[in-house]
């Protein structure tokens, strides 16, 4: 058991012993310091980096100005751990209409783009309606997507940072910030090794990473600069002529004609200018409402959607996808874990449009103390009573969360001052990962004491039965012994031998407590999970 104290005047008092002691310090390869305490570690300051240029592995930017004030880049370096959202995914894009209109129970939701433009990552986007209303990508297709291209003036930058689980072979759907980014410097890596992948795309624009050469299955940190048109997400609309557009492709004969049928109830035709059409449509979609009860039956789940004005935003998206197409008008569905839209193309470029209807989101995870990004205004009306996918977001952010993951735990608070250790032996349960032997884990922490601010110092081995684990990422984090619940502080490597060791900084934000030290790592090359 390991207890966390407030750090006061003894951090001070600590940090003058240091300074005095500094000639008799030594430093093992492992990045753990021996002796007295020479310094804390100091926050980055995103204004100081981008007056100095400061860039980091890959040669990213250690900082980029954006609307929402300066912002300071991930840690390209930081080892995947198990408290990481990972992306594995490659499946094609599809996606089934239903008839369940109640509003949504609570989701978590990871966001890896710095700002957060929370709820609208754009994880799959599908643009083409079949003959059973399912909708699919068109052209399925993955061609290269352009890398290195600088932002200009009316662009837009973000940070995206994202843990991919590395296939043997084949490609691994990821997000994109909106519709037509484009990567501005990438980096894939584990810790200090970069990886080589390129960066794919399909007809309908949904972004996929493919490793290249011979690579073990691992997970990988792909963290990227990212650039888009300011334009995508608000401002005037394009106002073109119906020439203008790209061409949709027709629908169904049996889709065409219901939705003739949608466009007479809605009073939208292409006798109007597409800019007046899709202010029709959106005025109309945005008024749809949750319910409890199905839609009236038509013997069609688009009419009954779209009739009864009945739906969350899924259902939103999907009826203006069909309805839109309709007219001539080029449209996508987006979706992702708590949120569905929709993009047109107003004959210059392709929009993001919000239609609302999203649900509670339960978790927001680390986009809570990101900076928000504010997008150029939105030019259409929202009716009353209705509630935007940003004020879902933005109600989130007021009420506590837990973390995205499960282990991640409230910590008890205890008296000030005091505290115990935790040390050696401690072994894994039998759990196995990627069908090799599970690990076992021997765990010591070194530290009598632990405080805010101050590193804990720890070491350990990662075995199984018959070898070393070499090369594995281990994840450190507190437990309450009260709920089992956990709270993350930091991930280290195992070197050659199956050893490993390092000083993690407690946060100043961690309250004092009782805790367990817990040590988990989720396998990789000949070795399976292991969890003390």
Aim: glycine letters at 10%; aromatic letters at 6%; a negative charge.
């Amino acid at each position: 058991m390991l207890r966390v104290a407030r750090q006061g005047r003894w951090l001070r008092r600590l940090l003058l012993v240091a300074v005095a002691a500094a000639p008799t310090l030594a430093t093992r390869a492992s990045g753990r310091t021996e002796g007295a305490l020479l310094h804390e570690p100091i926050p980055a300051d995103p204004a100081e980096d981008l007056v100095m240029h400061v860039v980091l592995d890959g040669n990213l930017p250690a900082a980029i100005a954006t609307p929402a004030g300066n912002v300071g880049a991930p840690d390209p370096r930081r080892l995947p751990s198990s408290f990481d959202h990972t992306y594995s995914d490659a499946a094609e894009g599809r996606w089934i209409p239903d008839g369940d209109t109640r509003q949504p129970d609570g989701a978590a939701y990871d966001d890896p783009f710095s700002p957060s433009n929370a709820p609208f990552k754009r994880l799959t986007a599908l643009d083409v309606v079949r003959d059973d209303y399912t909708l699919e990508v068109r052209d399925p297709r993955r061609v290269a997507l352009a890398t290195g291209l600088p932002p200009d003036r009316a662009d837009d930058t973000f940070y995206s940072d994202l843990v991919i689980e590395i296939p043997h072979a084949g490609a691994v759907r990821i997000p994109s910030i909106g519709p037509n980014a484009h990567p501005v410097l990438t980096r894939l890596a584990v810790g200090a090794q970069e990886l080589p992948f390129r960066l794919l795309h399909d007809g309908a624009d949904n972004w996929f990473v493919e490793p290249l050469g011979t690579l073990t299955a691992t997970r990988a940190r792909l963290v990227m600069v990212l650039a888009i048109a300011r334009a995508a997400f608000g401002g005037p609309m394009s106002d073109a002529e119906w020439s203008d557009l790209p061409p949709v492709p027709p629908l169904p004969d049996h889709v065409a004609r219901e939705a003739a049928v949608v466009q007479n109830a809605i009073g939208v035709s292409r006798r109007m200018r597409p800019r007046d059409a899709i202010s029709k449509l959106v005025q109309y979609f945005r008024a749809f409402a949750a319910s409890k009860e199905p839609p009236h039956s038509r013997g069609s789940m688009y009419l009954d959607l779209a009739l009864s004005r009945s739906g969350v935003c899924r259902h939103r998206a999907f009826a203006f996808l069909v309805t839109a197409q309709s007219l001539g008008i080029p449209t996508r569905m987006v979706l992702n874990e708590i949120h569905a839209w929709v993009e047109i193309h107003d004959g210059s470029m392709w929009r993001r449009i919000d239609l609302g209807g999203a649900g509670h989101v339960s978790n927001l995870g680390a986009a809570e103390d990101r900076a928000v990004y504010e997008p150029a205004a939105d030019p259409f009306g929202w009716p009353a009573g209705s509630e935007r996918g940003d004020e879902v977001i933005a109600a989130a952010r007021l009420r506590p969360t837990e973390p995205l993951s499960s282990n991640r735990p409230h910590v008890a608070t205890s008296g000030e001052g005091s505290s115990e250790s935790m040390s050696g032996g401690a072994r894994t349960e039998n759990s196995t990962g990627g069908g090799w032997p599970h690990s076992t884990i021997t765990l010591e922490v070194t530290d009598t004491d632990a405080h805010r601010g101050l590193p804990l110092h720890v070491r350990g081995t990662v075995r199984t039965e018959d070898s070393t684990c070499v090369n594995l990422p281990v994840d450190l984090s507190f437990r309450d012994p009260r709920t089992g619940k956990r709270w993350p502080v930091g991930t280290l490597a195992t070197d050659d031998a199956g050893s490993f060791g390092g000083s993690l900084f407690i946060p100043r934000s961690t309250p004092v407590g009782d805790y367990d030290v817990v040590a988990h790592t989720l396998g990789g090359s000949r070795c399976g999970e292991g969890s003390n």
